[in-house]
């Protein structure tokens, strides 16, 4: 069985700052993860994913996520927020192959000008 | 060149209607799934169907049947429409890469509204 908890529905934060959204997982096999990104009225879109290999993964628009197996976590960052990343932000966890994916509840990312 | 369509983009009805909402994915992909997104953005698998069979059934009301004429499409029908089905329902399509895992690709969503 898989899930994942998303530490916090709502992140604030200002123009230029950190960005920090957490993610723990649970999973029975070898997890697969992703954190996906949608802006208002629009679909999901893929930010980034872990398979196998390095463990520090660069996504799109300047965003990264560490896949930590001893703290089960897959927390994404930004050094320095911009007013576009306001968004929600979605983590998911797949065993691969016959397996759900399975995501997470959602952080709203609201950034400060 | 959309990758994943839906139609209709907003859908308002009345409590006890059918409707049907269509997804065409151009991408070439052998797996559809539909999500339902509620008001509280907690997004949850419906369906999964991989070359046209059903794969994934979620414990969902028999009123929503999923019917995938071609690998390309992805249609929901929901019968007797209820207040609590207002949502906004997205389609997805995925290729089984290396090892079996997929990236997703989201259609932009079908919001429906039930009066």
Known sequence: AQSVTQLGSHVSVSEGALVLLRCNYSSSVPPYLFWYVQYPNQGLQLLLKYTTGATLVKGINGFEAEFKKSETSFHLTKPSAHMSDAAEYFCAVTGGGGFKTIFGAGTRLFVKA | ?115
């Open chain 2, 1 to 115: 060149d959309t990758a994943v369509s839906q139609t209709p983009k907003y859908l308002v009805t009345q409590m006890g209607n059918d409707k049907s909402i269509k997804c065409e994915q151009n991408l070439g992909h052998d797996t559809m799934y539909w999500y339902k997104q509620d008001s509280k953005k907690f997004l949850k698998i419906m369906f999964s169907y991989n070359n046209k069979e059903l794969i994934i059934n979620e414990t969902v009301p028999n009123r929503f049947s999923p019917k995938s004429p071609d690998k390309a499409h992805l249609n929901l029908h929901i019968n007797s429409l209820e207040l609590g089905d207002s949502a906004v329902y997205f389609c997805a399509s995925s290729q089984e890469g290396q090892g079996g895992i997929e990236t997703q690709y989201f259609g932009p969503g079908t919001r429906l509204l039930v009066l």
